[in-house]
């Protein structure tokens, strides 16, 4: 994977965001679009996974859960990737504005990037992604008739997704946005740029 030129902060100082939540919850439009916004590296963990296992970031997988690269191992070795991505970034330049897109559904796993990402003078904010079930569905029915979704996302994936999800309460104020993101996306990015203002600084 090529490594993209990292974005300087306008505040002097390295800035990671990370988008997470449950599949079709717009997290990966929203990432995208702030990233491209404010000149950050992006990265999405659906893509990072293909590319890891030499299919077309396009090419549909039709795995349950847990199984192919899907599996407990290929995730482990796409989140182990996007930590990897991002610290080189950081090392490269500490001013690096650098986004993560993926579900970062379990406490271990955010503590986990907390471990190894999280240092004195560079903003980590997880911004968590929701909205309504009936949304979710019509996003899902949508982006299966879409040949350029990168996401494998299905109802019956997000049903058992549903059950794992940990709620984000280890994060403190000033470490975690919620944001609902059944708004028009430039609604989106500007509210969240409000919000990041107002209670992050």
């Known amino acids: 994977m090529d490594m993209p030129v990292p974005a300087k902060t306008e505040e002097g100082q390295g800035r990671l965001l990370v988008f997470f939540g449950m599949i079709a919850t717009g997290k990966s439009t929203l990432a995208a679009a ?18 890891m296992a030499g299919i077309q970031p396009v090419a549909r997988q039709r795995e349950s859960m847990d199984q192919g690269i899907y599996s407990s191992k290929s995730s482990r070795r796409t989140y182990d990737r996007l930590l990897d991505l991002a610290s080189t970034h950081f090392a490269a330049d500490p001013q690096a504005c650098v986004v993560l897109d993926g579900s970062y559904q379990s406490l271990a796993e955010r503590d986990l990037l907390r471990a190894r990402l ?15 079930e009936e949304v979710m569905r019509q996003r899902m029915d949508q982006r299966a008739q879409d040949p350029s979704a990168i996401s494998d996302g299905r109802w019956e994936i997000y049903l058992r997704q549903k059950v794992r999800f940990q709620a984000p309460d280890e994060l403190l104020p000033g470490q975690l946005l919620t944001i609902d993101t059944n708004r028009p996306l430039a609604q989106l990015v500007s509210g969240l740029a409000r919000q990041m203002a107002a209670e992050v600084g």
């Open 34 to 51: 702030w990233a491209e916004a404010r000149g950050c590296v992006y990265y999405n963990s659906d893509r990072v996974r293909k590319e």
């Open 118 to 132: 999280e240092r004195p003078g560079r903003q980590l904010l997880f911004v968590h992604c929701v909205c309504a």
